[in-house]
Structures are given as C-alpha cells and as structure tokens.
C-alpha cells in the first residue's frame, strides 16, 4: 500500500516481549531445564535470554526512546514462585520497579500471566495434565494480582493457548515434547479455557475489592493465523475444516464465551456470559492445506503457498500475508463486537530490509479494518528485542532493537526508528 494515511490520535502503538525470551538468569523454569536437554536450536539456553532482568532500566528508556505508548510482557511465575508455594518479595519488588519506570515514562504496561513457560516444580508435577493444574496457577494469579494490582489494570491471563497444547503435546517443541498426544492436547485445551474463565472472574473480583473497579481490563492472547485448502480437493477441504475447528474455533468459544465444545468438553461450567474485556490476537501468517490420507493429519498438511516468492516469506520461510490480518480480525469481531488488540506481530528479519514494510503494511490493513468500523485498539509490535525464539533459539531476529549477544549491547534497528517515528506522528506517508 503505497498511499498516506493516519491512525486515530487514541489509537495505541507499542511492542511486546515474554519474560523467558528476553530475560536471562532464571534457574527455576522449565525452558531452563528443557535448554539443559539439548531442546533448543544450536544448543542454547534460555539461561542468557537479553539479560533484560539485569538491564531493565536502560531497556524502559530505549521504549520510551521509541515513542512506544503500550508494552505487552509478562511476569515469570518461577521467579515468583520460585518452589511451591514460596513467594520471592525480590522479584515482587523487581516487577515492581519495571511497572513503575513505565508508568513514569508515560506507556501502560498489557501484564501477561502465562506466557509458554512455568515453574520447574510445575512441571515435574505434570504440568498442565498435574491434577491441581488449575487450582497452582489460579494461586499465582491472585498472588500477582494482589501484589500488582495498584500499578497493573490490564492483564492477559494466557498466551497462544492453542499454539502451547499443540507445540507441547503433538508437535512435541515444547516441553514436555510429547509428540501426538491428541487426548493431552484436549485436555490440556480445556484446563487453559478453565483457568482463563476462572482467572477472569478472580481478578476482577480483586481489583473490584482493592477499589479499582471501572479501571480492569482482562483478556488473552490468540493465535490466529488463516488457514485455507490448496486445493478443491474434499480431502483438503476436510483437513482445513477440522484443523481449524480444533486450532482456533474451541479455544475461541471457550475463552470467550466459556462454552466447552466437542470433543474438549460440553457446556458453560463457568456460566454463559463474555469472558473477556478485549481479545488479543497474535497474527504472522496463513497456511494452505494439501490433502492427506492420513487420518492421523486430520487429512490434510498445512504448508506455506508454492507459489509465494522469497521476497513475501520471513527468515523462517513463513509467507508474508498482511490481508490475512483483516480476515482474522473480521472473524473476532464478526462474532463478538469486542475491542481487539494485535497482541502480536511481526517479522524475523536479520538483514532488516523487509521490516519497515511489513509493519507498514500490517498498520494500513488496521486502518482499513478501523474504518470499517471494527474497533481495532491497539498494536503491539513483536518483539521489541531480539530474543530466544522458543525452540528456534537466538536465529530469528524479531526485535525493533538488535541485541549483540556477545556483550549484550543493544542497537536500535532502522526499521525500529522508523516505526517510533509512527508511534510518535500516527501517521504513514
């Protein structure tokens, strides 16, 4: 899209991070112990991260050097809880600081609960299939909520619900690297739902008794990507259909509307009503899907689009494809009329030549989708550091900020000082 055009003054632009990617140091983790097994790309640890923990106060500068008004991150419950049910008042304190240097520098913190990782102890308790899964991070949540409430009103309670069962329990990235484990990934699918509609309703109630009603806002963060059949094949239709419903569609009714869907569950154990003040969503791409005979593939393999050129794909071989991100959100609001934000997006691009327009363009299908008045609030750029890309490792270069692991210096890319200037003026020429 090569014409100007501006974004609403109340419109919100920032970036986005999770604590495991970028922050280094912690011992307590499963993705620390998952490193130690050799899980990670190149044999890296999420051990080094950015050493954001250690240089959070130059780091707030530098978003507050990128006009970022909002900044999406998350808390780490192993440092928080660093064994079971043994409270850490230094990282309180920690997270304390870095929500009050954001306050001060006039940009509001979106707090994440549970961003892919957990405590160590979790873990070897099963994880999310331990019996008292739900109960263990509802107790986190009120923790935090409690100790953070007076300078975080905005919470998303889990992140990628649907890329975490998939890539923990089928696809087997994440610990604990379960591969094909479809009756884990329901179950674990429907304690996520739980937690969310159960963590919903504690926080406000929280907030509401601390004397911040009116201010709380609580959602979660969805990964939605656009999946379409290659081809007319009913096979590839088929695939597309189920892969769907069970990727995006179960998760959506239960975080949402607290309905459980076949085969995850039935009925509203939470009770009907909206469970959330705002729907994130985290968009990158889409995925066509080639019939399969393989009943196991749900009949259909989803891959990237054989005629995309090299110049709309990612360093990770994902297609570029920034109308999907009007469709994905067209499909939120179609349904729900509820305010979205991008809680994520954005593009691994180590030479630094595709970023600016990605963003460029992601931004102009938002103003589209503003005036077609589907109430699009927020976008939160990902990442605003280089970080661990799960089980990637330290490749991917996502960040508006480059970061020279060697010395752990950081150098705002060019791309990020053209996005500031966005975030500054609201305005694409």
């Keep these: 899209m090569s014409k100007s055009f501006e974004l609403p003054k109340d419109f919100l632009l920032g970036s986005a991070t999770a604590a495991t990617q970028i922050e280094g140091g912690d011992i307590n983790n499963n993705w620390y112990h998952w490193s130690l097994a050799g899980k990670v790309g190149n044999g890296e640890s999420s051990f080094t991260g950015a050493d954001h923990y250690a240089r959070y106060v130059e780091d707030v500068k530098l978003l507050s050097k990128l006009n970022q008004e909002c900044y999406r991150m998350s808390i780490e419950w192993s440092r928080i809880e660093p064994s079971e049910g043994e409270w850490s008042m230094e990282a309180v304190a920690h997270y304390r600081d870095e929500f009050r240097l954001l306050l001060e520098a006039g940009i509001q913190p979106l707090v994440t609960l549970h961003h892919f990782s957990c405590p160590e102890w979790f873990q070897k308790k099963g994880g999310w299939l331990g019996k008292d899964a739900v109960k263990e991070f509802l107790s986190f949540v009120e923790f935090s909520v409690k100790q953070f409430g007076d300078l975080v009103s905005e919470w998303c309670t889990i992140n990628e619900p649907n890329v975490f069962a998939n890539d923990s329990y089928v696809d087997g990235k994440y610990p604990p690297g379960s591969h094909g484990d479809i009756p884990a990934y329901l179950k674990v699918t429907r304690r996520l739902i739980l937690s969310h509609l159960k963590s919903y309703k504690l926080i406000h109630k929280i907030r509401t008794e601390s004397g911040f009603a009116g201010q709380t806002k609580v959602g979660f963060a969805h990964h939605l990507a656009v999946f379409a059949p290659l081809t007319s094949h009913p096979l590839a239709r088929l695939g597309c259909f189920l892969s769907d419903y069970l990727f995006h569609e179960i998760q959506t009714k239960g975080f949402v509307e607290?309905?459980?869907?076949?085969?995850?569950?039935?009925?509203?154990?939470?009770?009907?009503?909206?469970?959330?003040?705002?729907?994130?969503?985290?968009?990158?791409s889409r995925h066509l899907f080639k019939a399969s005979y393989n009943p196991g593939n749900l009949f259909a393999v989803p891959m990237v689009d054989p005629n995309c050129p090299d110049s709309r794909k990612n360093d990770l071989g994902w297609e570029i494809y920034p109308e999907g991100l009007s469709k994905v959100c067209h499909r939120i609001w179609d349904e729900y009329k509820l305010p979205i934000y991008i809680t994520e997006n954005g593009i691994p691009d180590e030479k630094d030549e595709k970023r600016e327009k990605y963003i460029v363009d992601h931004l102009a299908e938002i103003r589209r989708l503003i005036d077609e008045g589907v109430s699009v609030e927020r976008y939160y750029y990902w990442s605003f550091l280089d970080n661990l890309e799960w089980n990637d490792g330290y490749g991917p270069k996502f960040g508006l900020v480059e970061v020279d692991y060697k010395n752990m210096s950081r150098k705002i890319r060019k791309s990020g000082m053209r996005y500031a200037e966005i975030c500054k003026t609201k305005r694409v020429s």
């Design 258 to 284: 607290g309905k459980l869907s076949f085969p995850v569950g039935f009925g509203y154990p939470e009770g009907k009503g909206v469970f959330c003040d705002f729907i994130g969503i985290n968009y990158y």
